[in-house]
């Protein structure tokens, strides 16, 4: 950790809006458990005052990292002065650490969130001879989940989009993580049977398309969105028979990664740090 006095330490989620987030009930429940005196808050920032807001932190002692949340998922790279290897890869980070010298470095801790969400809810990678997972949307997000889906064992996607001209910029990206890409428009979504669906899709963003997705007995539904809750999508995937995992189990697990990254410190009772975040945000302990 920086050597400052304890009391200036801080860090704190940007994004816009950001009154809905609850990382500050995680990061805060975190470190009261660890014994640290740092202040984590919500910072509504807008896409205009990101620069400004980064040259400030610069200039003031005691700041230890970032959350980052929407716009600035991908707006937020040319402001760093590091990328870790998979940041770097995705094009997206969600997570600036501030180093002891001052520099910026960014990681993603979205793709790991993504993997022990899923693997919580039970879902351990593609089966061999199982459908292509299917992914809704394709956004910052959508990169996060293409390297999950290549860390969980896919090698090919299914990726509906509304703007199919998003795929050119996506494509690449996942030939880089080893997945190849098939894309579809959203509106022929009825057409999919997945074992393993995503949503990236923003709030409300997947209501209409939910009567027409028929899940497959047993496959599990990750929604990004975790307020409203639950989501249409989510609600039906239930009554189909399918597992829902919720945006919030994914937001607990890339925060936990976070905390690391931030009080740079290897976290020695996992289970126990698991279960005050859980606590802080109303999920089930581990």
């Not at 202040?39 to 700041?63: H, K, M, Q, T, V």
């Not at 398309?209 to 599990?220: F, T, W």
């Not at 990254?261 to 976290?267: E, G, L």
Request: aromatic share 4%.
């Amino acid at each position: 950790m920086p050597v400052v006095a304890v009391s200036t330490l801080k860090a704190a989620v940007i994004g816009h809006p950001i009154s809905h987030s609850k990382s500050p009930r995680l990061h805060n429940a975190a470190y009261h458990w660890l014994g640290l005196q740092i202040d984590y808050r919500a910072i509504d920032l807008a896409p205009s005052e990101l620069a400004g807001f980064i040259a400030e932190l610069r200039a003031e002692p005691g700041w230890l990292g970032l959350s980052v949340t929407m716009p600035h998922k991908a707006a937020i790279r040319a402001q760093m002065d590091e990328l870790d290897q998979l940041a770097a890869a995705l094009g997206v980070l969600n997570t600036v650490r501030v180093t002891s010298e001052g520099a910026l470095k960014g990681s993603n801790t979205d793709v790991i969130g993504i993997v022990k969400a899923l693997n919580h809810a039970g879902y351990r990678g593609q089966a061999s001879g199982a459908p292509a997972p299917v992914v809704l949307g394709g956004g910052g997000t959508a990169l996060a989940v293409l390297a999950a889906l290549g860390q969980l064992g896919a090698t090919a996607v299914e990726l509906y989009l509304r703007d199919p001209g998003k795929a050119e910029a996506l494509t690449p990206v996942a030939e880089s993580l080893g997945v190849q890409l098939r894309t579809r428009p959203l509106t022929s979504v009825s057409e999919a049977r997945p074992e393993l669906l995503i949503s990236t899709l923003p709030p409300h963003g997947a209501d209409q398309l939910a009567p027409a997705i028929s899940p497959v007995p047993g496959g599990y539904l990750l929604d990004v969105v975790y307020d409203p809750w639950p989501s249409e999508l989510a609600r039906r995937w239930q009554l189909g028979g399918g597992t829902v995992v919720s945006g919030l189990e994914m937001l607990l697990y890339q925060a936990v990664e976070q905390v690391e990254i931030f009080t740079d410190s290897v976290i020695q009772d996992r289970t126990g740090l698991v279960n005050v975040m859980c606590d802080s945000i109303g999920l089930p302990r581990r």
